[in-house]
């Protein structure tokens, strides 16, 4: 009888070291670090994108101009979009690898800046 116990506690451990070890492994960091970077990558083509044009562009000019600015920005791995004033502009992917936005309230209208990484850099 104790042979039994002994077996099922032996077995209890091995599986809570393999679950331990898994969890723990080097994997999971790696896709979430992946994750971070290409969010990085996201949030730095906004900003690159309000200093090219600045705040004096987003505050003054029409949603339509806006949004016509943002899709001019994008390229092959970053699509730009976002929201002026309740305007939605075009542009969030079916698919994509990382993500950030900037929302911002300037001269009285609320704007979101998205870019949306779609392939890795």
Avoid: K
């Avoid at 009888?1 to 077995?11: F, K, T, W």
């Amino acid at each position: 009888m104790l042979r039994i116990i002994d077996i099922g506690v032996a077995a209890t451990y091995a599986v809570l070291c393999l679950s331990v070890i898994s969890v723990m492994g080097p994997y999971a960091d790696e896709q979430q670090s992946a994750q971070a970077r290409q969010d990085s990558t996201a949030s730095s083509a906004i900003f690159g994108y309000v200093r090219s044009v600045g705040l004096p562009f987003l505050s003054t000019a029409p949603p339509s101009e806006i949004c016509s600015s943002l899709g001019s920005a994008s390229n092959s791995t970053t699509v730009l979009g976002g929201e002026i004033g309740g305007h939605p502009c075009p542009g969030a992917p079916e698919t994509f690898l990382g993500v950030s936005s900037l929302n911002i309230t300037i001269s009285g209208r609320s704007l979101e800046i998205e870019a949306w990484q779609v392939e890795g850099r």
